[in-house]
């Protein structure tokens, strides 16, 4: 079973510039996070999407930051502009219903520095 | 606010030996615990998990235990193996809502 899938793996852009990323969740999971984490913290969790829908986005900078799910399988996040402070990996996850018992599954992530 | 918390960033082990991390939570309503560990380049990978209604849960090598009372939780590695060296990480939630509230993590060093 393929995983969780990201691109791009690594970004490099200037601040005010903008950026997208992807992800392609596991199939057949419903639910679709997104994660920012910064260099020596732990995973934030920024939007939840189960299917199309957002569930929860109250820690998303929505200011710069946008994310969609269209048909409710990939996802793609998007910020504009981009600050300094948002260098960062950004993660995304699936599980198959968004329960707070149901596995998070994760990929690689794309590492961003914004200079 | 930081509610769940590992104190201790780093963390060498010899092969063959016990491996002891730890998480402290501050939230009472959490009630599922998980641990993630994460390799370079890679994204966390699911390691194990614990309901509050168990003290104790094993995986092979692995097991977590809860203190409820102490709003602690730990992860025992025996016998551990390089290829245990990574980042780990533990997170929380509240049955009914989805959201994992991580820990900061802490590197593990396995000695060959």
């Known amino acids: 079973e393929a995983g969780v899938a990201q691109s791009p793996r690594y970004k490099i852009i200037e601040k005010r510039q903008s950026v997208a990323f992807w992800c392609n969740p596991i199939s057949g999971h419903a639910t679709l996070y997104w994660y920012q984490q910064i260099l020596g913290q732990g995973p934030k969790l920024l939007i939840q999407f189960q299917n199309n829908g957002v569930v929860d986005d109250s820690q998303l900078p929505k200011d710069r930051f946008s994310a969609e799910r269209l048909k409710g399988v990939d996802s793609t996040l998007k910020i504009q502009p981009a600050k300094l402070e948002d260098s960062a990996v950004y993660l995304c996850?699936?599980?198959?219903?968004?329960?707070?018992?149901?596995?998070?599954?994760f990929g690689p992530g794309t590492r961003l520095t914004v200079l | 606010d930081q509610q769940v918390k590992q104190n201790s960033p780093s963390l060498s082990v010899q092969e063959g030996r016990i491996s002891i991390l730890n998480c402290d939570y501050t939230n009472s309503m959490f009630d599922y615990f998980l641990w993630y560990k994460k390799y370079p380049a890679e994204g966390p990978t699911f390691l194990i998990s614990?309901?509050?209604?168990?003290d104790k849960n094993e995986d092979g090598r692995f097991t977590v235990f809860l203190n409820k009372s102490a709003k602690h939780l730990s992860l025992h590695i025996v016998p551990s193996q390089p290829g245990d060296s990574a980042v780990y990480f533990c997170?929380?939630?509240?049955?009914?809502?989805?959201?994992?509230?991580f820990g900061t993590g802490t590197r593990l060093k396995v000695l060959a």
């Open positions: 996850a699936s599980s198959w219903d968004g329960g707070s018992t149901d596995t998070q599954y």
């Open positions: 997170a929380a939630s509240i049955r009914g809502t989805y959201k994992y509230i």
């Open positions: 614990i309901s509050s209604i168990k």
